[in-house]
């Protein structure tokens, strides 16, 4: 009886240690981003490791390189990574179907003329106007 609460202990202590494992970053001493371990910002750094929840309360961000991501259990936070994914890929194909074409510029300059540049902007006038 003995050894089988020493087991479930065993196992208890395991289960609950794997739960409260959190994903390890790095940071440089300066920077104000965490990244992965193999980021190719931070090999030839020396770099500080801590985990993403300190980084986050700390105030630092995410590296837009590497992209570090904080490990969540469960198939709800699987479905939403999976929807996540889905969303991105719309709004990217709406962004992709807009087709912005060259004009000329709308202003007139001083000496009364309309202006002779070329502009892709939406309201019509160049970076100058």
């Known amino acids: 009886m003995k050894t089988l609460k ?3 202990l065993i196992i208890a202590i395991g289960f609950s240690s794997s739960l409260t494992a959190q994903t390890k970053v790095y940071r440089t001493a300066k920077g104000e ?3 992965k371990k193999e980021c190719k910002i931070i090999v030839k750094r020396e770099a500080i490791e801590l ?3 300190k980084a ?4 630092y961000q995410a590296c837009k390189v590497c992209k570090p991501v904080e490990k969540t ?6 479905k939403r990574a999976i929807q996540k994914k ?3 890929k719309v709004k990217l194909k709406k962004s992709t179907s807009k087709k912005v074409t060259a004009s000329r510029c709308t202003a007139t300059t001083k000496k009364g003329t309309r202006c002779k540049r070329r502009t892709k ?8 106007h």
């Open 6 to 8: 020493i087991i479930f």
């Open 121 to 128: 902007n939406s309201s019509g006038r160049c970076w100058q």
């Open 73 to 78: 259990k469960g198939k709800t936070s699987k």
């Open 56 to 59: 986050k309360l700390r105030g």
């Open 33 to 35: 981003r965490y990244h």
């Open 51 to 53: 985990t993403i929840k």
């Open 86 to 88: 889905k969303s991105n």
